[in-house]
């Protein structure tokens, strides 16, 4: 019986945040129409002999597994993935119910979490960064304002209300700053941006780290005036309109944000450089925390060490039970993500800068290869 | 004989069980959500309803904790007021607006217009309701948000020192008047296609009396037309009333999503009780003691009862307005 309300609370769930989904990303929500029609058409020709693999959650991770469906096609004719935008929180409820063979996931699973369903594995699929926009009339877009996490953390919990505040402008000596008021701009729905973004202010600032700590979704300090909206979408369509908005988003949506006429910060990173996100500064970051990366690869990746690393990036995670309901499942799901990791197959460069993410590194290639080889039936 | 027998029990199990689904239906959802939303109840209490503070709590902690004998996430705290009252604010800015409007096209459509053209109009009023909340939203978002910001904003705020609840700042034009004045505009078609059905039941004779007195087309409606309607315009009010309450897509593409505090001013930025569930459930799935997904539950059970009891209350004054056709002669 418990099963059964779980089971219908989780369809009425997935309902609600793929309407979401499809909302906020329309243009991938009417891509996967196009897959699953295909992959429709594709399983009449030969309904037998098909591993069918259902994948769901992060809608930012949701545009790769799309290209990377059709692509695994042609490597395992016999393998069917249909990937499903629907939000992090549900890849990681799906996976774990055992709904959904993979889930995707901006946000490494908590301790509590792995507890309550244990056999669950964190494995990074790519690398993603978030960088910290802003709308100030009058200070051209190549004058990328300087701005460090602890600022940042005091105008989001509502300390520094302007823009010419001494704390802002001494980081800026260059630039004349308008005395106009910030608009601090956060994400509303559960998010792997606010995961990330949170974490940089928990790392950053100490009453931050106390008071508002961090998750894919946190009680927002009272901020007169601050907003809020729904996807990075709708955080780039409100903070291009809010003159004077300061707001984070994710990576893949940097150039539609500086084409709306928003400003990139560089981010002061752990060594006290001013970087912007770019290929090198997110790689040498990366490449700086490898070492530091646990065996089941659960670790937050911001605010890396390193002269040259940005702060802020995260693993992009597929969450896999590592029981499968069967051997052929299993099998098809290990082969399906040793293609999915390695630079040859899913990595390759060509499908990650079609997303904006960053491949893994080649030295995380053994840690994951050990935790996917510990899929079984 | 037998045969035809069959088929008749047959006949009568199939709309049995077809007249018995919305109320299965119904208590299915009733009960799930009752059921999910209990624990909820149990952490909080009554002042889920008047607390402003909504915190789903460190998921990232280790071990939970424990509030009046149920887990939560630690520093979980469930106040809804601030959607509560985003939610009946922005509904009743809709009503406000919305109703003086549909009951006036409503008059035009059944009096003042040829009915040639009455014909053309009342459809695309029906049409107007089947129009998806997204592209009211984008709409709003695109339109109507700026000219709050910029036209009607100002304008109302100088009346702040006379009604201090519209004084400024007005802020971006997301908030709880850009959604009232969206939800408005979705309620016409649905209060003004009932009125006219009701206007059509009102008699011609007092009309065309009330004409023959020398009354005004405004005077007609305010004595004849409205008292014989009363009751029913009522319950075609309370309908559209239930809609702007359940609206969940274009309100969370334009209230500005608030955080933990209710509106100062009639500008600034709202939640609903329908947005907050769909914006945080995702996260709330992350919840490890799942309290997060109860308190979301106990939100819907909360909207479930304010809109059911909006509409019984509907349906009884409709009815009550149908069987009251006596117009009052003193």
Redesign the interface.
């Known amino acids: 019986m418990k099963t059964a ?1 779980k089971g ?2 989780l369809a009425v ?1 997935a309902a ?2 793929l ?2 989904a499809g ?1 906020s990303q329309g243009d991938a929500g009417i891509a996967m129409a196009k897959t699953t029609t295909h992959a429709r058409a594709a399983s009449k020709a030969k309904s037998t002999a098909v591993v069918k693999l259902q994948e769901t959650g992060s809608t930012l991770l949701f545009p790769l597994f799309q290209l990377w469906a059709p692509a695994y096609r042609k490597v395992a004719p016999s393998v069917e993935l249909t990937p499903n935008g ?5 890849g ?2 799906q996976a774990s119910a055992g709904v959904v063979q993979i889930g995707a996931s901006d ?1 490494y ?5 792995l ?2 369903s244990p056999g669950m594995l964190n494995i990074p699929m790519a690398i993603s960064a978030q960088q910290i926009m802003y709308k100030i009339p009058g200070v051209p877009a190549k004058d990328h304002l300087h701005l460090t996490g602890n600022v940042i953390a005091q105008i989001f919990l509502g300390k520094i209300g302007y823009w010419n505040a001494p704390q802002i402008q001494d980081l800026n000596k260059g630039i004349k700053l308008p005395h106009m008021a910030i ?1 601090p701009i ?1 994400r ?4 792997g941006d606010t995961f990330l973004f949170t974490q940089f202010m928990t790392d950053t600032n100490a009453q931050w780290a106390k008071t508002v ?8 300090p ?1 901020v007169r ?6 996807g990075n979408q ?1 955080v780039v ?2 903070a291009e ?2 003159p004077g908005s300061i707001a984070y988003v994710g990576i893949s949506w940097l150039n539609k944000a500086l084409s709306g006429g928003m400003g990139e910060a560089m981010l002061q990173n752990r060594a006290g450089h001013f970087l912007l996100p770019t290929e090198q500064t997110i790689a040498a970051a990366a490449k700086v925390m490898i070492g530091a990366t646990p065996k089941d690869e659960r670790i937050s990746l911001i605010y890396a060490p390193g002269a040259n690393s940005y702060p802020i990036i995260n693993y992009e995670y597929a969450i896999i039970n590592e029981k499968q309901s069967g051997a052929t499942t299993a099998a098809a799901v290990k082969s399906l993500l040793l293609w999915a990791i390695s630079p040859m197959g899913g990595n390759k460069q060509s499908f990650m800068s079609q997303v904006h993410f960053l491949p893994l590194p080649p030295s995380i290639y053994p840690l994951s290869k050990a935790q996917i080889d510990e899929i079984h039936a | 004989m037998r045969r035809s027998r069959l088929w008749g029990r047959l006949f009568y199990g199939v709309t049995g069980f077809s007249a018995a689904m919305p109320l299965l239906v119904l208590l299915v959802i009733g009960g799930v959500l009752f059921y999910d939303a209990y624990p909820a109840w149990r952490f909080q209490g009554f002042s889920f309803f008047t607390g402003i503070d909504w915190n789903m709590g460190n998921m990232y902690a280790n071990g939970p904790m424990t509030q009046n004998g149920v887990q939560a996430a630690p520093g979980a705290s469930f106040g809804i007021l601030p959607f509560i009252v985003g939610t009946l604010g922005s509904s009743l800015i809709a009503l406000l607006l919305g109703v003086p409007v549909a009951v006036l096209t409503a008059f035009a459509l059944v009096y003042r217009v040829p009915s040639r053209v009455a014909a053309v109009l009342s459809p695309l009023i029906e049409l107007l309701a089947g129009i998806p909340s997204v592209v009211y939203g984008l709409w709003a978002l695109a339109v109507l948000a700026p000219f709050v910001e910029f036209q009607l904003g100002p304008w109302l705020a100088t009346l702040g020192h006379v009604v201090p609840y519209l004084a400024g700042p007005v802020g971006t034009g997301l908030g709880m008047l850009t959604s009232g004045l969206v939800l408005g505009v979705m309620i016409v078609p649905i209060i003004a296609a009932t009125t006219r059905d009701l206007l059509l039941q009102v008699p011609r004779l007092p009309m065309e009396g009330a004409l023959a007195l020398g009354m005004t087309p405004a005077e007609c409606l305010r004595f004849i037309a409205l008292p014989y309607i009363r009751r029913g315009l009522f319950g075609a009010i309370i309908l559209g009333w239930g809609r702007a309450l359940g609206e969940t897509m274009a309100v969370l593409m334009i209230s500005g999503n608030a955080d933990n505090y209710t509106p100062p001013n009639l500008y600034s930025p709202i939640s609903t009780m329908a947005s907050t569930i769909a914006t945080l459930l995702d996260s709330a799935l992350t919840d490890f003691s799942g309290m997060a997904v109860h308190a979301l539950a106990l939100i819907a059970v909360t909207l479930l009862i304010i809109t059911m009891l909006t509409n019984l209350f509907a349906r009884l004054m409709m009815q009550l307005g149908s069987r009251d056709i006596g117009v009052e002669v003193s």
């Open positions: 309300i219908v609370m769930t609600l945040t309407g979401i909302y629907t939000g992090s929180g549900v990681i409820a946000a699973m908590s301790n509590e979490q507890m309550k608009t956060h509303h729905d559960g998010s700590m961090y998750g894919t979704s946190v009680s927002w009272t005036g601050a907003l809020d909206a729904v709708g369509q409100v309109r809010t």
